[in-house]
T-cell receptor, first 113, second 116 residues
Framework: KAGVTQTPRYLIKTRGQQVTLSCSPI?????VSWYQQTPGQGLQFLFE???????NKGNFPGRFSGRQFSNSRSEMNVSTLELGDSALYLC????????????FGPGTRLLVL | GESVGLHLPTLSVQEGDNSIINCAYS??????FIWYKQESGKGPQFIID?????DKRQGQRVTVLLNKTVKHLSLQIAATQPGDSAVYFC???????????????FGKGTSLLVTP
């Protein structure tokens, strides 16, 4: 079974721009979560989607948003990029929200200049 | 607030030795714990998990120990190999919400370096 895939793998943007990242979960997995990983803060939860609905949200500003499609693929968007948004953005999937174990994709490395 | 933390940011071991990576948690309500391994340029990879009704769980070359009395979790890697070099994260999963399910709370990670 193919793992979680994320595109693009690397991205360079400038301050003020917006970015959209994509995640395809493991086949059959309908819950998708997004995390931001930085050296200083570690792994921080952004949000979780299930059945095209946001089920859970971390403590991030409204510039961070996401959505999920009917095929369970998910996108996250960051508007008005700031230098501090430079990070590895990880997507994780699991069958439904009640399962505890998540499986991560390789991440998208975003650099904001 | 509640937090999951790691005792040591880096750990260096010789190939063939056993490694022990420690993790402390502060929420006594935590009922499920997970260890992930993250190699450079990759996403976290699930290693092993344990529920709070267990004290020990073994996998292939890995053992997780849970001490609920002192809220401590450890990951033991037997006969450490160069391929074990990575950052190891513990995470707790205790924020059950009937509407949203579980949320993972990650520690900052310990970097394991295996030297020949």
């Amino acid at each position: 079974k193919a793992g979680v895939t994320q595109t693009p793998r690397y991205l360079i943007k400038t301050r003020g721009q917006q970015v959209t990242l994509s995640c395809s979960p493991i086949s059959g997995h309908r819950s998708v979560s997004w995390y931001q990983q930085t050296p200083g803060q570690g792994l921080q939860f952004l949000f979780e989607y299930f059945s095209e609905t946001q089920r859970n949200k971390g403590n991030f500003p409204g510039r961070f948003s996401g959505r999920q499609f009917s095929n369970s693929r998910s996108e996250m968007n960051v508007s008005t990029l700031e230098l501090g948004d430079s990070a590895l953005y990880l997507c994780a999937s699991k069958p439904t929200p009640i399962q505890e174990t998540q499986y991560f994709g390789p991440g998208t490395r975003l650099l904001v200049l | 607030g509640e937090s999951v933390g790691l005792h040591l940011p880096t750990l260096s071991v010789q190939e063939g030795d056993n490694s022990i990576i420690n993790c402390a948690y502060s929420n006594s309500a935590s009922d499920y714990f997970i260890w992930y391994k993250q190699e450079s340029g990759k996403g976290p990879q699930f290693i092993i998990d344990i529920r709070s009704n267990m004290d020990k769980r073994q996998g292939q070359r890995v053992t997780v120990l849970l001490n609920k009395t002192v809220k401590h979790l450890s990951l033991q890697i037997a006969a450490t190999q160069p391929g074990d070099s990575a950052v190891y994260f513990c995470a707790e999963n205790n924020d059950w919400n009937s509407n949203s399910g579980y949320a993972l709370n990650f520690g900052k990670g310990t970097s394991l370096l295996v030297t020949p």
